[in-house]
């Protein structure tokens, strides 16, 4: 890794950004990744596509047999499954949260990094989106959960979470795909002007015809600072009403009026790891160490470091409200969940979630780019227990201790949630060889901001 | 009328090219467009357009979101009814769950549809005028005037600082 411009950032060069970048470099910079690429990439696709056939092959057994080849059993009829669909859904709000909510803000780091964010977005909803037809036991009738007149006198019921859920997330899916596609438009036209050959059509479907006029830019930055203004609540709502799952249940452990926020910080806490965990490698492989500098993944990191602290104060907060309660199915479940069966998972959940992200408090680490790939993989798995030991923890070890028992997952689940990861990189590796990953118009428009912040500063000076 | 001319001036600043559309507006040789490789507030100043219409398009999907998530949820209640212990048929908190993501999506999608309508999207054949370097890291003027205007309009641009300036016949 060159380690040159991480030894050369300073925090002057970090309000600076990348200034001494052309509009012309950051075309050829970006435009250079869209040529063919080598046979290693493609190796690396087909190994990803592998791990798909394989979890695809044990989902087709999975709906020949049954439900019961996987470990699901009573008491815990959720478990991995809801455990992937929770963590594959808070992977998608980081993207969102940088392509939109920092939009709003007018964040100039977003710029380098939310291409790719927003690309995750949209694979992790792919991604979450199949785990409830894949817990379906009868996934034929998945269509049973869409409203639509039909002559069994069969509809939906409007006050169950997990009819909102399907709005929710589906909506997600549609806002986000379209978010991203919208984006997109400039970028791929200046991709088109540069490919020949069935790549110049692609580039030309998907750039709609854009020329970049004034009056096209007017619409454009209009309807871009809308569809933000759009996915902001959007974003908040949909992880509100994926912890509505729970919470509108009556399970202790699951049952609490802070889901919602703790779930939404969650969700941006396990997103951002991911986009750094893809992009360490990523500006490694691809070398864009220009375009990704140490001041991007500083901002990424104290992102980080802060939801860590929001969450670790969450288990806190919930481990406090057991106790104070005085009720003594909440306080055996959380008991439990440090404790009991699971307690390893809770007590590596809390190492990863709450005690590693401490080390973002120094700067050094911030801008390190091993330790901050180490950390975040660390919170990956973190957020993956914590939703485990939730779901599945809380389930075994509720009311009665009599019909108390223990999950372990089968070979089909862990197969499926590899397959999981694999469907999701598979998506994500062929994006960002065929798409502009960095966005090319923000980075100029960036750049012509701070050459402006630049000009006001030195005439302050003078 | 007297024969039309388009003149194209290519600029690499965007402070140089902004000055050159409020020359040429201040001059009213004709109608002035111009090409950007972003969006550029200093461009959009010069030219002084009116804030885009897309906007409406968005309010009033998300309007249509809200109306069509009640009436389909309230509307459900009544025409499959399902009692419950006497309760009512239909119950508010819930439903506005459906009825804001139906908001959200109606929205986005009809500020989508509003912005390909307004824009003539999708077009396949380029702009009259437009360059590919246009996409990349260069500013475009395009005064549309009458031939006798020609003259005044180029030295306008190459005084502002255009690199390069041609004619297109119409």
């Given at each position: 890794?060159?380690?040159?411009?991480?030894?050369?950032?300073?925090?002057a060069?970090?309000?600076?950004?990348?200034?001494?970048?052309?509009?012309?470099?950051?075309?050829?910079?970006?435009?250079?990744?869209?040529?063919?690429?080598?046979?290693?990439?493609?190796?690396?696709?087909?190994?990803?596509?592998?791990?798909?056939?394989?979890?695809?092959?044990?989902?087709?057994?999975?709906?020949?047999?049954?439900l019961?080849?996987?470990?699901?059993?009573?008491?815990?009829?959720?478990?991995?499954?809801?455990a992937?669909?929770?963590?594959?859904?808070?992977?998608?709000?980081?993207?969102?949260?940088?392509?939109?909510?920092?939009?709003?803000?007018?964040?100039?780091?977003?710029?380098a990094?939310?291409?790719?964010?927003?690309?995750?977005?949209?694979?992790?909803?792919?991604t979450?989106?199949?785990?409830?037809?894949i817990?379906?036991?009868?996934?034929?009738?998945?269509?049973?959960l869409?409203?639509y007149p039909?002559?069994?006198?069969l509809?939906?019921?409007?006050?169950?979470?997990?009819?909102?859920?399907?709005?929710?997330?589906?909506?997600?899916?549609?806002?986000?795909?379209?978010?991203?596609?919208?984006?997109?438009?400039?970028?791929?036209?200046?991709?088109?002007?540069?490919?020949?050959?069935w790549?110049?059509?692609?580039?030309?479907?998907f750039?709609?015809?854009?020329?970049?006029?004034?009056?096209?830019?007017?619409h454009?930055?209009?309807?871009?600072?809308?569809?933000?203004?759009?996915?902001?609540?959007?974003?908040?709502?949909?992880?509100s009403v994926?912890?509505?799952?729970?919470?509108?249940a009556?399970?202790?452990?699951?049952?609490?009026?802070?889901?919602p926020?703790?779930?939404?910080?969650?969700?941006?806490?396990?997103?951002?790891?991911?986009?750094?965990?893809?992009?360490?490698?990523?500006?490694?492989?691809?070398?864009?160490?220009?375009?990704?500098?140490?001041?991007?993944?500083?901002?990424?990191?104290?992102v980080?470091?802060?939801?860590?602290?929001?969450?670790?104060?969450?288990?806190?907060?919930?481990?406090?409200?057991?106790?104070?309660?005085?009720?003594?199915?909440?306080?055996?479940?959380?008991?439990?969940?440090?404790?009991?069966?699971?307690?390893?998972?809770a007590?590596?959940?809390?190492?990863?979630?709450?005690?590693?992200?401490?080390?973002?408090?120094?700067?050094?680490?911030?801008?390190?780019?091993?330790?901050?790939?180490?950390?975040?993989?660390?919170?990956?798995?973190?957020?993956w227990?914590?939703?485990?030991?939730?779901?599945?923890?809380?389930?075994?070890?509720?009311?009665?201790?009599?019909?108390?028992?223990?999950?372990?997952?089968?070979?089909?689940?862990?197969?499926?949630?590899?397959?999981?990861?694999?469907?999701?990189?598979?998506?994500?590796?062929?994006?960002?060889?065929?798409?502009?990953?960095?966005?090319?118009?923000?980075?100029?428009?960036g750049?012509?901001?701070?050459r402006?912040?630049?000009?006001?500063?030195?005439a302050?000076?003078? | 009328?007297?024969?039309?001319?388009r003149?194209?001036?290519?600029?690499?600043?965007e402070?140089?090219?902004a000055?050159?559309?409020?020359?040429?507006?201040?001059?009213?040789?004709?109608?002035?467009?111009?090409?950007?490789?972003?969006?550029?507030?200093?461009?959009?100043?010069?030219?002084e357009?009116?804030?885009?219409?897309?906007?409406?398009?968005?309010?009033?999907?998300?309007?249509?979101?809200?109306?069509?998530g009640?009436?389909?949820?309230?509307?459900?209640?009544y025409?499959y009814?399902?009692h419950?212990?006497?309760?009512?048929?239909?119950?508010?908190?819930?439903?506005?769950?459906?009825?804001?993501?139906?908001?959200?999506?109606?929205?986005?999608?009809?500020?989508?549809?509003?912005?390909?309508?307004?824009?003539?999207?999708?077009?396949?054949?380029?702009?009259?005028?437009?360059?590919?370097?246009?996409?990349?890291d260069?500013?475009?003027?395009?005064?549309?005037?009458?031939?006798?205007?020609?003259?005044?309009?180029?030295?306008?641009?190459?005084?502002?600082?255009?690199e390069?300036?041609?004619?297109?016949?119409?």
């Open positions: 890794m060159a380690q040159a411009p991480e030894a050369a950032y300073s925090k060069d970090g309000a600076r950004g990348f200034s001494d970048v052309t509009y012309g470099d950051i075309d050829h910079e970006v435009l250079r990744l869209l040529q063919p690429p080598g046979r290693k990439y493609w190796y690396g696709v087909a190994f990803l596509v592998a791990l798909v056939v394989v979890a695809g092959t044990a989902w087709l057994r999975q709906i020949y047999m049954g019961g080849v996987t470990g699901l059993t009573m008491p815990s009829m959720w478990a991995v499954y809801i992937d669909f929770v963590f594959w859904v808070g992977i998608a709000h980081s993207g969102t949260l940088i392509s939109a909510i920092l939009y709003l803000f007018r964040t100039r780091w977003r710029t990094v939310y291409r790719a964010a927003e690309a995750m977005t949209v694979f992790a909803v792919i979450a989106g199949l785990f409830p037809l817990h379906l036991g009868r996934v034929w009738f998945f269509y049973w869409f409203p039909n002559e069994r006198w509809q939906p019921d409007f006050r169950s979470p997990l009819v909102w859920d399907t709005f929710a997330v589906s909506t997600y899916l549609t806002v986000s795909t379209t978010f991203l596609l919208m984006g997109m438009v400039p970028d791929v036209a200046a991709a088109r002007e540069a490919s020949t050959g790549r110049r059509k692609l580039y030309a479907v750039s709609l015809g854009w020329q970049g006029t004034e009056e096209q830019w007017r454009f930055s209009m309807v871009y600072l809308l569809l933000a203004g759009l996915a902001t609540p959007l974003v908040l709502s949909v992880h994926v912890s509505f799952d729970f919470a509108m009556q399970v202790p452990g699951w049952h609490s009026t802070i889901f926020p703790y779930f939404v910080a969650g969700a941006i806490f396990s997103g951002v790891a991911m986009v750094v965990t893809l992009l360490i490698p990523i500006r490694r492989w691809l070398k864009l160490e220009r375009l990704l500098t140490p001041w991007h993944f500083d901002n990424l990191a104290k980080i470091l802060l939801t860590s602290l929001i969450i670790t104060y969450a288990y806190a907060v919930e481990a406090f409200l057991a106790w104070y309660s005085g009720n003594v199915f909440e306080r055996t479940t959380f008991y439990m969940r440090y404790f009991g069966p699971y307690g390893v998972l007590w590596i959940m809390v190492a990863c979630n709450c005690v590693g992200p401490l080390f973002l408090f120094s700067p050094r680490i911030r801008t390190n780019m091993p330790a901050l790939f180490i950390i975040s993989i660390g919170v990956n798995i973190g957020m227990l914590e939703r485990f030991v939730i779901i599945a923890g809380s389930l075994t070890t509720n009311f009665v201790p009599s019909q108390w028992g223990f999950y372990r997952p089968s070979i089909t689940e862990i197969l499926i949630t590899l397959g999981s990861f694999g469907w999701f990189l598979m998506w994500f590796t062929l994006f960002s060889r065929h798409m502009p990953v960095i966005s090319m118009t923000e980075i100029k428009e750049i012509a901001w701070h402006k912040a630049l000009e006001r500063e030195d302050k000076a003078a | 009328m007297s024969e039309q001319v003149i194209v001036g290519t600029f690499a600043d402070e140089q090219c000055e050159a559309i409020e020359h040429l507006r201040h001059l009213k040789l004709g109608k002035v467009e111009a090409f950007v490789p972003f969006p550029s507030e200093r461009v959009n100043e010069a030219m357009l009116k804030r885009s219409p897309v906007r409406w398009w968005v309010l009033g999907g998300g309007i249509t979101g809200v109306i069509s009640f009436a389909l949820t309230v509307g459900t209640s025409t009814p399902h419950v212990g006497g309760k009512s048929l239909s119950s508010i908190p819930p439903y506005v769950i459906i009825a804001f993501e139906l908001m959200i999506l109606f929205g986005a999608l009809s500020g989508v549809i509003g912005f390909l309508i307004h824009n003539r999207f999708p077009r396949f054949e380029p702009l009259p005028s437009y360059s590919p370097r246009f996409a990349g260069r500013f475009g003027v395009v005064v549309s005037c009458e031939l006798a205007q020609a003259e005044r309009a180029e030295a306008t641009l190459k005084e502002s600082g255009a390069e300036v041609h004619r297109e016949s119409v």
